[in-house]
């Protein structure tokens, strides 16, 4: 989370320029809401993109941290400038905005990280009405309700996309904070073990689950938000809670626990529930489960074989599919 970055400048006395696509019509390389941030120095952090508008945007965010004004501009990609500029030619337009975080802008982001470390119940405001002077706000939605208006902040907050929002009188970025998913392993054998690594690389919480000790503790998943000892996978969601940014993965060491786990996580609202197996084994899973009263409806929900078929074979393969798989639920394009 590039917040988490900016407040730690912040917090030793910095000034940052931050860079936020904030439209875009057509085919761009990032979508409104990427974001990178740059130091006084020049020094980069985060992308949005790359190429030439990112070299662009790199040396005018240098000097707007410096003290020059903020910078609402667009970048024409679509290859057909006068002066025959063939290293935009993406097809489409985007809207990048530059502007100077301070110092005394701490407490909004030490705000924006508690929100964000309790499963992001905020959103950003930035009215750019003035461009060269961007006002800059933050709703904490666990302490009150957005504003009343044309704005329909909880419809945003529930499709996480960042918009420009135009009204009779003014302009504002409404940028909802990203909401990262949580990986819960059900089973922390080999190719967990693979999962939890790739899955806290791309910004994924972990939880891990496993009815063995020395298979779900925090020397094995260092990388886990918590880690649970469960008897014979019983009643797992009494312990973990239930969430609908979970993204449940059934990969324990035997097909009877897999159908103990399965049955419970069909009870539940997480976002994916993925199982590792064969067709056969999941026709005979789902034929036992059929008996318990879950329907074809409730099986449509889930990924079985789990991952992306890639030919993967060892427990890393297996977790770069599995990892491809959530990425493309997290996104929306599974």
């Known amino acids: 989370m590039i917040e988490k970055e900016i407040l730690t400048q912040l917090q030793q006395d910095r000034t940052v320029a931050l860079v936020t696509i904030i439209d875009k019509s057509g085919s761009a390389p990032r979508l409104p809401g990427s974001k990178m941030f740059v130091e006084e120095n020049g020094t980069l952090h985060g992308t949005i993109g790359g190429g030439r508008m990112e070299y662009t945007v790199h040396e005018a965010a240098t000097k707007v941290a410096c003290g020059a004004v903020p910078v609402l501009t667009e970048f024409d990609m679509r290859g057909s400038g006068s002066d025959g500029d063939t290293d935009m030619v993406c097809g489409g337009i985007q809207l990048v905005l530059i502007e100077r975080l301070t110092p005394d802008m701490t407490p909004i982001f030490e705000q924006a990280m508690d929100c964000f470390l309790d499963g992001a119940k905020g959103v950003w405001t930035i009215e750019i009405s003035d461009p060269e002077h961007p006002i800059r706000s933050f709703i904490d939605m666990r ?192």
Request: charged share 25%.
């Open 143 to 334: 302490k009150s309700s957005p504003p009343a208006g044309d704005i329909d902040f909880k419809a945003i907050m529930r499709r996480r996309i960042t918009q420009l929002i135009k009204t009779t009188d003014k302009a504002v970025v409404i940028d909802p904070l990203p909401k990262c998913g949580t990986v819960v392993l059900i089973g922390g054998g080999h190719v967990s073990k693979e999962v939890a690594r790739l899955a806290s690389y791309v910004d994924f919480d972990v939880v891990v689950c496993d009815d063995r000790r020395e298979f779900s503790n925090m020397d094995r998943f260092p990388m886990a938000r918590s880690t649970h000892v469960i008897k014979n996978f019983k009643n797992l969601f009494q312990t973990i809670g239930q969430e609908e940014d979970y993204y449940l993965l059934i990969i324990t060491r035997g097909h009877s626990y897999d159908q103990e786990a399965l049955g419970q996580a069909l009870r539940t609202p997480a976002r994916y529930i993925g199982m590792i197996g064969s067709r056969s084994k999941r026709n005979i899973t789902y034929s036992n489960l059929r008996d318990q009263g879950f329907t074809d409806a409730d099986f449509a929900r889930v990924h079985c074989p789990v991952g992306l078929s890639i030919g993967s074979e060892t427990p890393r393969e297996i977790a770069v599919s599995i990892l491809a798989e959530l990425i493309a639920a997290r996104s929306g394009a599974l």
